[in-house]
């Protein structure tokens, strides 16, 4: 048994206690700016939180009374499910994702090492393997609540074993398990899914291959059934609105819309010049095909992938995939530039740089305290004022909190846990909004108006407005109107608010309309 020296093991462990650290230093900002309380630092995960309570019970949706489907994974939901009568249950997505991030620096690990080998300083390693502490988001993503640390994970696990495979010819059945569950993460996943399948297929092992496929493609056309069958569309609702069917533009015309909003993000381009540089490597006829499976798989995400948005979450897997096969491709060339110590300190300098001023992924770090108390001072107020003051139906566009906290039905008016709302807006049925709030018995209304210039029926009253007063924000407006559709509940909308206004902390108020 090899023996493992002192030095070895401290440099192993950097990694662990530099992510670590950063998650304290976190977590005690996000503790003293909330209050003491630990909000995550978007609203979405507490969609997911009550579909997963709901799930505990025996019912797929947000609202008790009918089914939904605002989740765009179809096993995270389930996985929080487990730990839904657990004291802790609203912490676990944290827990997990601490777990994940974990998770991801260990496989990071092996991958460095099996490209590497000896070529490397185990310090020059502890270096690669720390800066994907910033590569992939690491800690944003696990204060997000979100399940894109497993979909980074399992990505960096396959190519750990695609690596395997090409490398030293050894097939790891755990790769195909990888699979199987990394399309069930998430829909997108299916651009490294389907390659990878074709590269092992190709690589003689077809029947392992075809079988794998099956397992892949078989849960989703089983889920897509049974959301048909509980009264839905054949995809989750969160999936459906970035589609065709939100609006009445073409397939195509929403194809190249999707890639142009992307196309806004730095991200893009980058794997663009990831895909130029592997493409450069066919020309010396080694490894042309894991290169090809590589490329196709960038290329689906840049075509076919969810729009690119905070924290990178939904770009990240890939692009840790793309650069763990960038290093594997240009291994012979990346000793030569950093074995010297000045050559080291420049490439350092460079890649840090490169990271923190081009994806600005240490303006995330940085900031995700202020990310987090900007949900608290908006969504999780809101979800106090329903919850604890008002306690009647309420209408919404952000669904995660309120839905999380109020004992009462939650309209969503922008269409994440009601198809219906997807339908009227898809066909522009005139006042569509007023049709869905008299349906679900919902008077009081809170909303981002910029949302809804076209839609807001214009009988409707505002009564004010919830100000957050923050720089730095992951809300994505700083004003939510308050809307009374009765003229006759005006004053008594009015008393509850002023109520709910004395108890606002600092950062957050709430005017009055004839303020």
Not at 149 to 157: D, E, K, S
Not at 433 to 439: C, E, G, L
Request: charged share 15%; proline share 3%.
């Amino acid at each position: 048994m090899k023996r493992v020296l002192p030095t070895q093991s401290i440099h192993t462990a950097i990694p662990y206690l530099l992510l670590g650290l950063i998650l304290l230093i976190q977590g005690i900002a996000i503790y003293l700016f909330n209050d003491g309380k630990l909000v995550y630092n978007l609203d979405d995960p507490y969609i997911h939180l009550s579909l997963a309570r709901n799930i505990a019970h025996g019912h797929y949706g947000i609202n008790l009374i009918e089914p939904s489907a605002p989740s765009s994974s179809i096993l995270w939901p389930f996985i929080l499910a487990i730990f839904a009568r657990l004291p802790l249950f609203e912490y676990m997505p944290l827990i997990l994702n601490i777990v994940f991030g974990g998770g991801i620096l260990y496989f990071v690990h092996k991958t460095i090492n099996l490209i590497f080998q000896n070529t490397l300083s185990i310090a020059k390693k502890t270096f690669f393997i720390s800066l994907f502490i910033i590569i992939g988001s690491i800690t944003p993503l696990i204060w997000s609540g979100m399940e894109h640390l497993l979909q980074i994970l399992l990505a960096v696990i396959i190519l750990y074993h695609l690596l395997d495979l090409e490398i030293n010819n050894r097939f790891n059945r755990s790769l195909l398990v990888a699979v199987i569950i990394n399309a069930l993460v998430r829909y997108e996943n299916l651009a490294i899914c389907i390659p990878v399948l074709l590269f092992i297929y190709l690589k003689g092992h077809r029947q392992a291959a075809l079988i794998s496929l099956v397992l892949t493609i078989a849960p989703l056309v089983a889920f897509s059934y049974f959301l048909h069958r509980i009264g839905l569309g054949y995809l989750p609702t969160s999936v459906i609105i970035k589609g065709a069917h939100f609006s009445n533009q073409t397939s195509i015309e929403v194809f190249f819309f999707n890639i142009w909003i992307s196309m806004q993000s730095k991200t893009w381009y980058f794997l663009v010049g990831v895909v130029i540089l592997l493409a450069l490597k066919l020309r010396q006829k080694t490894h042309n095909l894991f290169i090809l499976i590589v490329i196709s798989s960038i290329v689906l995400q840049l075509l076919l992938g969810t729009n690119f948005g905070l924290y990178y979450r939904y770009e990240t897997y890939i692009i840790v995939y793309a650069i763990l096969a960038f290093l594997y491709l240009y291994k012979e060339n990346i000793p030569n530039l950093i074995n010297s110590t000045r050559k080291y300190l420049m490439v350092s300098i460079a890649l840090i740089s490169f990271i923190g001023v081009y994806f600005n992924y240490m303006y995330d770090i940085i900031y995700t305290p202020m990310m987090s108390s900007s949900i608290y001072l908006q969504q999780y107020q809101m979800a106090i004022f329903t919850s604890k003051y008002y306690n009647k139906n309420v209408g919404v566009n952000d669904l995660g909190l309120v839905a999380y906290m109020n004992n009462n039905y939650t309209l969503d008016l922008f269409g994440l846990s009601n198809i219906d709302v997807i339908d009227y807006r898809k066909n522009q049925i005139p006042g569509w909004m007023n049709i869905m709030s008299d349906r679900y018995n919902v008077d009081l209304i809170m909303i981002y108006n910029e949302w809804f210039v076209k839609y807001r029926p214009s009988e409707w009253i505002k009564i004010g407005e919830l100000r957050l007063n923050l720089r730095i924000s992951s809300a994505a407006h700083k004003d939510v109107d308050f809307y009374v559709r009765n003229p006759d509940n005006i004053e008594a909308a009015r008393e509850i608010i002023n109520q709910f206004r004395q108890t606002l902390p600092k950062n957050a108020e709430f005017i009055f309309t004839q303020e």
